[in-house]
């Protein structure tokens, strides 16, 4: 099992940053990738940002050159680092936890970007 703990949503100006955090715990030695996903009022969950064991990133093409993903493999913890925010990235965003054969999520946290 492996656990999810995000933190850093909250209400923005549009071109303004924020930094979520996702501290994982648990089987954390399982995890092979983790990440950022996003959800606006709908059933969709799209790929923000994703980060492998290895370091190799990719990002959805709505955000690159404006958010970062990083980890501390110390302290089991993956942040998103949001620059330049726009309305369209409102969503609440979910930090996911991959392990062979399953995928974890966090409880979820709000962004909103008011215009």
């Known amino acids: 099992q492996v656990q999810l703990v995000e933190s850093g949503g909250g209400l923005v100006q549009a071109g303004g940053s924020l930094r979520l955090s996702c501290a994982a715990s648990?089987?954390?030695?399982?995890?092979?990738?983790m990440g950022w996903y996003r959800q606006a009022p709908g059933p969709r969950r799209e790929l923000v940002a994703r980060i492998t064991t290895g370091g190799t990133t990719n990002y959805a093409d709505s955000v690159k050159g404006r958010f970062t993903i990083s980890r501390d493999n110390a302290k089991n913890t993956v942040y998103l680092q949001m620059n330049n925010l726009k309305p369209e990235d409102t969503a609440v965003y979910y930090c996911l936890g991959a392990v062979p054969g399953r995928d974890y999520w966090g409880q979820g946290t709000q962004v909103t970007v008011s215009s």
């Open positions: 648990g089987s954390i030695f399982s995890i092979n990738a």
